[in-house]
């Protein structure tokens, strides 16, 4: 277990606001808004900048950072830097936070660091704890679905981390539909508490509508996660007005291409922006709420480079209704 080095008071009215929700038909609550680390907590960003974004998350009711072996961009950097802001910061209140991490992305060298054998899940599980300095995660998914393992190998993996108390929770990010059903059986008779999944999803892409994953995990009593809920940043205010010279898809080519900023995109940016000032929001906070609103989503993951992007994320949950005229708008503009 992790020791504080330096002193950390949260927030006391911390749980005054936020909502939790229940993860399917498990025991687990999650923050409506929890702190992804897939960007802005590797190598390149100031450690300061890493725990003013943590404690303003935790200051506000997120109790769930989420992160993933190869989140860097250098992999296992995310990890290890979280590690170091938990054990200086927040020791005192791990038992406040749900920690989550993956691993199905490649992260050594040779054929056992990629996928998900066995081999390899449960190595990257011990590198993972290593790494953030705790004896167990809350939440461990496999990252990714293997075409190449037996899910029964992947499934028992997922089981041994439980039964070994390294992770008190599973889950399965990137999964379909019908290969939830499947690991779903399989976990299940494995007795192990699989309560989440997390995939892909906002305004602009729905695949886990058509793929059946939405509406099988609902079905199943699973949670569901969301991460890229702002498409990489085009359902904000930031590309209103074309490209910004310091914007994601100037600097970094890996998410976003300046190809995809279409006059068709944008208009239909600026079309979305439209309705959600008249519903007194933010775009990034009506995309957000647009994925609470009908229940089925437990938590968004959000991604912040500053402490008031998360401050704006948190205020969409002040309004997630929304009347069949809106939704039939939205629709109209945004469904495939």
């Known amino acids: ?134 004896p167990y995660v809350d939440i461990f998914y496999h990252h990714r679905m293997d075409p190449h393992t037996p899910l029964e190998e992947t499934m028992g993996a997922l089981a041994q981390a439980v039964h070994s108390g390294k992770a008190l929770y599973v889950g399965l990010s990137n999964y379909d539909g019908d290969t939830l059903r499947q690991a779903t059986a399989i976990l299940d008779e494995l007795h192990v508490p699989f309560v989440i999944n997390q995939n892909r999803y906002n305004m602009m892409d729905r695949a886990v509508e058509s793929n059946g994953l939405k509406q099988t995990a609902h079905e199943l009593g699973k949670g569901l996660i969301t991460f890229s809920p702002l498409a990489q940043g085009l359902l904000t205010d930031r590309y209103l007005h074309g490209i910004p010279a310091d914007s994601r898809i100037s600097t970094d080519g890996r998410f976003l291409h300046k190809q995809q900023l279409t006059d068709e995109l944008l208009h239909t940016i600026r079309e979305l922006n439209s309705i959600a000032q008249q519903r007194g929001q933010s775009l990034a906070q009506m995309a957000l709420a647009w994925l609470l609103h009908d229940g089925m989503v437990t938590s968004v993951l959000i991604g912040a480079s500053k402490p008031e992007q998360i401050l704006d994320n948190i205020a969409a949950l002040s309004n997630t209704t929304f009347t069949q005229e809106e939704l039939t708008r939205i629709d109209a503009l945004t469904a495939q």
């Open 1 to 134: 277990m992790f020791e504080a080095t330096t002193h950390y008071t949260p927030a006391a009215d911390r749980y005054d606001t936020m909502t939790f929700n229940r993860c399917g038909n498990s025991g687990l609550l999650l923050p409506a808004v929890s702190l992804g680390f897939w960007h802005n907590f590797g190598d390149h960003t100031p450690i300061e900048t890493m725990k003013n974004l943590m404690f303003t998350a935790f200051d506000h009711g997120i109790t769930h950072f989420d992160l993933a072996n190869n989140y860097g961009p250098e992999p296992g950097s995310a990890e290890r830097h979280a590690g170091m802001i938990l054990r200086q910061h927040f020791a005192a209140h791990r038992d406040e936070l749900i920690i989550s991490t993956k691993a199905g992305y490649e992260m050594w060298q040779g054929p056992y660091g990629d996928w998900g054998s066995r081999k390899y899940l449960l190595a990257s599980l011990d590198q993972s704890l290593q790494r953030l300095g705790l």
